[in-house]
């Protein structure tokens, strides 16, 4: 049976959330929840807490939304997003660690986990890296292997969830831009981020026909099962509602891609 991802009809809208913790708030959780049907919730180990994500489990199961872990580096100060030298192992078990946290919390509300989507740093490298790719998706099919994984579409991260078994929900971007071999233009770079609502749409548009134009102008084939919003960006509501609310306008069903 194929594990891939098959309606051009629907795409995921998913938001990396709970990345706040103690004292510290980021972004508007609660209101992107009503624009996105995927959440992706910190375990606590780049940002969140235990208090943060019982209630942004709560939240998202409440409104419908499909609620995934979203496993990082352990770097607070950070925010996940310096690259560490972890081992495959180290990887396989700091993953493992956070996805059973996460699911305890939705456990307990009465849900279940449906994906995991790893973050930033441990996400970038996992692209570059397929032993470490490979002992990712390890450790999240060892926990359940009916989750849905979220890689970088055109990835190894893909290649080694699929080799699996797993269903795999290929991710692409409104507010990055690409290179020529599909990935994220690091965001030490310039134009690393589009923050010009206009070019953004345009980009999402294009990958849902297949291909997104990198900053060499080169055009990249690309699959778009799920579009990552990032919750912690300037303005990042009014976007999630626009890009909402455009997308049902152009025919695309909203829905989250369901666990196995």
């Known amino acids: 049976m194929s594990t891939k991802i098959i309606d051009l009809n629907c795409l995921d809208l998913n938001c990396d959330m709970g990345e706040g913790f103690g004292a510290y708030a980021m972004g508007d959780d609660i209101a992107i929840l ?3 049907s995927s959440a ?4 606590g180990f780049h940002a969140g807490d235990p208090p943060t994500m ?7 199961l409440a409104k419908g939304v499909a609620v995934g872990a979203h496993p990082g580096l352990p ?9 560490m030298k972890v081992s495959p192992a180290e990887a396989y078990a700091m993953v493992l660690y956070q996805v059973g946290a996460l699911a305890g919390f939705v456990q307990a509300a009465g849900g279940r ?7 930033g740093a441990l996400y970038n490298m996992a692209v570059k890296d397929r032993k470490l790719s490979e002992a990712i998706a390890q450790a999240v099919y060892d926990f359940d292997p009916g989750l849905v994984y979220f890689g970088l ?9 699929e080799g699996l078994g797993l269903r795999a929900a290929s991710e692409v971007f409104a507010d990055r831009s690409y290179q020529d071999d599909g990935s994220l233009t690091p965001r030490s770079l310039p ?10 749409l345009a980009q999402v548009r294009q990958m849902l026909d297949g291909t997104v134009t990198a900053q060499s102008g080169r055009r990249v084939p690309v699959r778009a099962d799920t579009l990552c919003l990032h919750g912690d960006q300037p303005g990042a509501l009014a976007f999630a509602q626009r890009i909402r609310r455009e997308l049902q306008a152009d025919g695309v069903q909203m829905r989250a891609p369901q666990r196995g």
Request: hydrophobic content about 40%; aromatic content about 2%; overall charge negative.
């Open 54 to 60: 019982r209630r942004i489990v709560g939240a998202a």
């Open 113 to 119: 986990l449906n994906h995991v989507k790893p973050h």
């Open 34 to 36: 009503d624009c996105v």
């Open 40 to 43: 992706n919730i910190a375990c």
């Open 75 to 83: 770097d607070l100060q950070g925010f996940g997003r310096r690259e």
């Open 153 to 161: 579409a055109g990835s190894v991260m893909i290649e080694a969830a």
């Open 191 to 200: 134009g690393a981020m589009i923050e010009d609502e206009e070019q953004s």
